[in-house]
C-alpha cells in the first residue's frame, strides 16, 4: 500500500516482478481505510492475482501488468 506512483512505473515501464500494489491518491486516513476495507471486500481475487489498484476517491482503477483492466466505482 502506498501514496507513491514509484511501484507502477517499476512494475509497467521495467516489467519487475511484483505482488498487489494498492495506491491510494489523495485520500485521508479515514479515506483510506475505507477504500482498503473496500478492496478486501470486494476485491480480495485482484489482490491475491498481483493486480495494481488505483483508488481515487470512490472510484478504484484494477489493472493487471498483462494489460487487462477495468474500472469499478
Do not use: Y
Request: net charge positive; charged share 25%.
Amino acid at each position: 500500500m502506498t501514496e507513491d506512483k514509484d511501484f507502477g512505473n517499476l512494475i509497467f515501464l521495467h516489467r519487475l516482478p511484483h505482488r498487489s500494489v494498492v495506491r491510494l491518491a489523495r485520500l485521508n486516513t479515514m479515506e483510506q481505510v475505507e477504500a482498503m476495507r473496500n478492496l478486501i471486500e470486494h476485491h480480495r481475487s485482484a489482490m491475491l492475482a498481483g493486480a495494481i489498484i488505483v483508488v481515487t476517491g470512490k472510484l478504484a482503477r484494477i489493472r493487471f501488468a498483462t494489460g487487462f483492466e477495468h474500472n469499478d466505482g
